[in-house]
Nanobody
């Protein structure tokens, strides 16, 4: 089981990127999905999460109003739309899937609640 994250790149401050995460090997429609990131020399941190029904979302304060998480269960894909990017958004972005079976509205910002992780995609925001 793998989560394939894509869409990263090098952009200037103020630009936008859309990350995608497409699991292979199984469907994740029964799992909450999350995005986390890790900057060089720093701990991994929570970015955003979406419930399995897509009815509830949550964001880190640092990205609220700029990032939008969404999912298309029919395509088995989760997205992270990132607007107004800042240099402090630079890092490796990881998508993750929770253990299935929680309620349709459940989500988590705790990395320990996620059991499947992707390989990460690099986002670099620099002028």
């Amino acid at each position: 089981v793998q989560l394939q994250a894509s869409g990263g790149g090098l952009v200037q401050p103020g630009a936008s990127l859309r990350l995608s995460c497409a699991p292979s090997g199984r469907t994740f429609s029964g799992s909450a999905m999350g995005w986390f990131r890790q900057a060089a020399g720093k701990e991994r941190e929570f970015v955003s999460t979406v419930s399995r029904s897509a009815g509830r979302t949550s964001y880190a304060d640092s990205v609220k109003g700029r990032f939008t998480i969404s999912r298309d269960n029919a395509k088995n894909t989760v997205y992270l739309q990132m607007n107004s990017l800042k240099s402090e958004d630079t890092g490796v972005y990881y998508c993750a899937a929770s253990k299935p079976g929680f309620s349709t509205q459940w989500f988590s910002s705790n990395a320990d609640d996620y059991i499947y992780w992707g390989q990460g995609t690099q986002v670099t925001v620099s002028s």
